[in-house]
């Protein structure tokens, strides 16, 4: 079983939709939590970086984090075209940034 | 600000031929320093990383190594590349604080043929 399980997708919904994307996890010593978006053939941008249960928002995005149901959730609301990428969430145990484990990542595409 | 650059973007090479991947770091010292490779379709997998000048942490077997020369250098090489080591490679670094995260290249594609 991967530390980190992230549904592949593809992903597809229309313009202007919530989406959730999501990831469960094994390792109860995870309490750094995170979320990158992925354009094609491009590195990586951090979207969202929360420390353990509850919410984050960020203008349309929002982080959530279950740490009792070992889950985290990245909602996207009034979803534009621009959002379509690959999304990625990371966690780590410890408080430095040196062992991040990755979900394989959602890739979503918004359809105007 | 700080900005990480990779070099090249793209690299078609010859099974066999020897490899070196550049990244570099401006506007921080004594950054930490990571290579993944991310292979089509999946997860990004952690190669090595790097706490300090000539420290490097191998985290899985293959006939890639990594070097440190400088601060805000490093370097991915290879003596003779596999077809398998085709991919997206991407450098990353993190502040060597608490409560930090890593901040990515913009990655070097990988042919090798």
């Known amino acids: 079983q991967k530390e980190v399980e992230q549904d592949p997708g593809p992903l597809s919904v229309p313009e202007g939709a919530i989406v959730s994307l999501n990831c469960t996890y094994s390792n109860s010593a995870f309490q750094y939590f995170m979320w990158y978006r992925q354009y094609s053939r491009k590195g990586p941008e951090l979207l969202m970086y929360t420390y353990s249960s509850g919410n984050k928002e960020d203008g349309r995005f929002t982080a959530q984090v279950d740490k009792s149901s070992k889950y985290i959730s990245l909602f996207i609301r009034d979803s534009q075209p621009s959002d379509s990428a690959t999304y990625l969430c990371?966690?780590?145990?410890?408080?430095?940034?040196?062992?991040?484990?990755f979900g394989q990542g959602t890739r979503l595409t918004i359809n105007p | 600000s700080q900005t990480i650059h990779q070099w090249p973007a793209t690299l078609v090479q010859p099974v066999g031929s020897p490899l070196s991947l550049e990244c570099t770091v401006e506007g921080t010292s004594n950054p930490n320093l990571y290579w993944y490779r991310q292979a089509a379709g999946r997860g990004l997998q952690l190669l090595f990383y790097s706490v300090g000048i000539g420290q490097i942490s191998s985290e899985v077997p293959q006939n890639l190594s990594a070097s440190r020369p400088q601060d805000r250098q490093f370097i991915l090489s290879s003596k003779k590349l596999l077809l398998s080591d085709s991919g997206f490679y991407l450098c990353?670094?993190?502040?060597?604080?608490?409560?930090?995260?890593?901040?990515f290249g913009p990655g070097t594609r990988l042919l090798v043929l």
């Open positions: 990371a966690m780590s145990a410890s408080p430095g940034a040196q062992k991040l484990v």
């Open positions: 990353a670094w993190s502040p060597t604080g608490l409560g930090e995260t890593q901040y």
